[in-house]
T-cell receptor, first 112, second 112 residues
Framework: DGGITQSPKYLFRKEGQNVTLSCEQN?????MYWYRQDPGQGLRLIYY???????QKGDIAEGYSVSREKKESFPLTVTSAQKNPTAFYLC???????????FGQGTRLTVV | GESVGLHLPTLSVQEGDNSIINCAYS??????FIWYKQESGKGPQFIID?????DKRQGKRVTVLLNKTVKHLSLQIAATQPGDSAVYFC???????????FGTGTRLTIIP
């Protein structure tokens, strides 16, 4: 089955630790995205990547880092510099110059 | 990157009635405007898109209207059903850099 997979679904970390969220797609999409969603609120863009080996900061990139070494993978690291990391994180991918993006099921990160 | 604490506006509609969800967008340079539906605990799903040079597009039970003069986008859902209960987000995509950003969502509740 083609799709976009985020893992794990739930993640717990201690304050001050870096944590990496996985996002893998087998849709052959060039563009990939990371969003943060807080309870009862909208999606805010963290980072996005048009193509492998390239990525740009979104609206709330501070405290996060990404890499795009392979077309199918776009991992997000939440660093200890992120002041409020507890949130629901969503990854998406799309073909270039196409409106529709496909989303993963999300990772709920809780930092204690 | 702090949340401003805004909560989603809500709309309650009687089952079988039509619903209209509105969105104000900010970037006149966007190439496409898009509507997504998000059910609780899941990633958003694409509903319909409209190219920036159009003002109306119809799908199955849904119609999107674009008013570029006042930067306004709306989603009309005909004959609402219980399964339409969800949060609806508008989004904009720029084909130059593939940036995909989301607007404020609306929580739609269908009353049986």
């Amino acid at each position: 089955d083609g799709g976009i997979t985020q893992s794990p679904k739930y993640l717990f970390r201690k304050e001050g630790q870096n944590v990496t969220l996985s996002c893998e797609q087998n849709l052959n999409h060039d563009a990939m995205y990371w969003y943060r969603q807080d309870p009862g609120q909208g999606l805010r863009l963290i980072y996005y990547s048009q193509i492998v080996n390239d990525f740009q900061k979104g609206d709330i990139a501070e405290g996060y880092s990404v890499s795009r070494e392979k077309k199918e993978s776009f991992p997000l690291t939440v660093t200890s510099a992120q002041k409020n990391p507890t949130a629901f994180y969503l990854c998406a991918s799309s073909y270039p110059r196409v409106a529709e993006a496909f989303f993963g099921q999300g990772t709920r990160l809780t930092v204690v | 990157g702090e949340s401003v604490g805004l909560h989603l506006p809500t709309l309650s509609v009687q089952e079988g009635d039509n619903s209209i969800i509105n969105c104000a967008y900010s970037n006149s340079a966007s190439d496409y405007f898009i509507w997504y539906k998000q059910e609780s605990g899941k990633g958003p799903q694409f509903i319909i898109d409209i190219r920036s040079n159009m003002d109306k597009r119809q799908g199955k039970r849904v119609t999107v209207l674009l008013n570029k003069t006042v930067k306004h986008l709306s989603l009309q859902i005909a004959a609402t059903q219980p399964g339409d209960s969800a949060v609806y987000f508008c989004a904009e995509k720029n084909f130059g850099n593939e940036k995909l950003t989301f607007g404020t969502g609306t929580r739609l509740t269908i009353i049986p």
